[in-house]
């Protein structure tokens, strides 16, 4: 009997590094995001995963 395991622990960062190479190029070869916006995060998302809400009442709260 035996066990099998499949890891995909490298996926998320894979997928990343081709995100990033994508969106970098497409700066670099048009002089603007315009080509690439539809390979980025909407802000509302970007700010949602680094919780920025969250910290700007902590700002608020703890402001002297």
Do not use: C, F, H, I
């Amino acid at each position: 009997m035996g066990y099998s395991v499949l890891l995909y622990a490298n996926a998320a960062m894979q997928g990343a590094t081709l995100g990033t190479q994508a969106v970098l190029s497409g700066l670099r070869d048009a002089g603007s995001l315009a080509p690439v916006l539809d390979r980025l995060a909407p802000w509302a998302e970007r700010r949602r995963l680094v919780r920025r809400d969250e910290y700007e009442e902590l700002e608020r709260r703890y402001k002297s």
